[in-house]
């Protein structure tokens, strides 16, 4: 089974608000409400940002919103700050069975 | 405080085998699925495999069925990934990961190079 598609690259400037989509199928997104994100900054472990479409784990700055409609999932960050840069990746439940990630999204902060 | 801390990994020749270790600490192991999860130099994450708390069932991505098995040891808190028939497309950091649709905590990552 392919990896979920998501856009190579994304930016944004400092405040401002970027999305980032990530597409399936009926198999995974369109049929769970399993669909994680997480953030990784260069030579560290990724970090959970949002888990269950829409939730957030404790520490988790609210900017961080997320969102799914049929096969498509999409992440948002509000009011962008210099940290928020890095690598995003998106995972989804597929097949009863499996775990599938996005090819992931280099953020930039202009 | 939670802590997955990987060992195990290293330089190994294709068609060879890798025992990597996964040692928990500061949470209740034996109530968690848990994962296996890779990502090659430079590129994205990969599923590899997940087993349920108990150890009664586990789930691979298919291109390592067959070759990868993935184990744990709740009295020790301790996950294992048996690799053999290693190939040059296994070459990667393998992260322990608490869970499977939801990865809340991973370790630091051990790496994997398979090469002549």
């Given amino acids: 089974q392919s990896a979920l598609t998501q856009p190579p690259s994304a930016s944004g400037s400092p405040g401002q608000s970027v999305t980032i989509s990530c597409t399936?199928?009926?198999?995974?997104i369109g049929n769970y409400k399993y669909v994680s994100w997480y953030q990784q900054h260069p030579g560290k472990a990724?970090?959970?940002?949002?888990?269950?479409?829409?939730r957030r784990p404790s520490g988790v700055p609210d900017r961080f919103s997320g969102s799914k409609s049929g096969t498509?999932?999409?992440?948002?960050?509000?009011?962008?700050?210099a940290e928020d840069e890095g690598d995003y990746y998106c995972s989804s439940y597929a097949d009863g069975t499996k775990l599938l990630f996005g090819g992931g999204t280099k953020l930039t902060v202009l | 405080e939670v802590?997955?801390?990987?060992?195990?990994?290293?330089?190994v020749q294709p068609g060879g085998s890798r025992r990597l270790s996964c040692a928990a600490s500061g949470y209740t192991f034996s109530d968690n699925w848990m994962s296996w999860v890779r990502q090659a130099l430079g590129k994205g994450l990969e599923w590899v495999a997940t087993i349920k708390p108990d150890g009664s069932q586990t789930f691979y991505v298919?291109?390592?069925?067959?070759?990868?098995?993935?184990?744990?040891?709740?009295?020790?808190?301790?996950?294992?990934?048996?690799m053999n028939s290693l190939r040059d497309?296994?070459?990667?950091?393998?992260?322990?990961?608490?869970?499977?649709?939801?990865g809340a905590y991973w370790g630091q990552g051990t790496r994997v190079t398979v090469s002549s």
């Avoid at chain 2, 802590?3 to 330089?11: F, Y």
């Avoid at chain 2, 390592?64 to 020790?76: L, P």
């Avoid at chain 2, 497309?89 to 939801?102: H, K, L, P, Q």
């Fill in chain 1, 46 to 54: 990724p970090k959970l940002i949002l888990y269950e479409v829409t």
């Fill in chain 2, 62 to 82: 298919d291109s390592v069925k067959g070759r990868f098995t993935i184990s744990r040891d709740n009295a020790k808190n301790s996950l294992f990934l048996q």
């Fill in chain 1, 72 to 81: 498509t999932a999409s992440l948002t960050v509000s009011g962008l700050q």
């Fill in chain 2, 89 to 102: 497309e296994d070459s990667a950091s393998y992260y322990c990961v608490n869970g499977m649709t939801a």
């Fill in chain 1, 24 to 28: 399936g199928s009926t198999s995974d």
């Fill in chain 2, 3 to 11: 802590q997955l801390v990987e060992s195990g990994g290293g330089l």
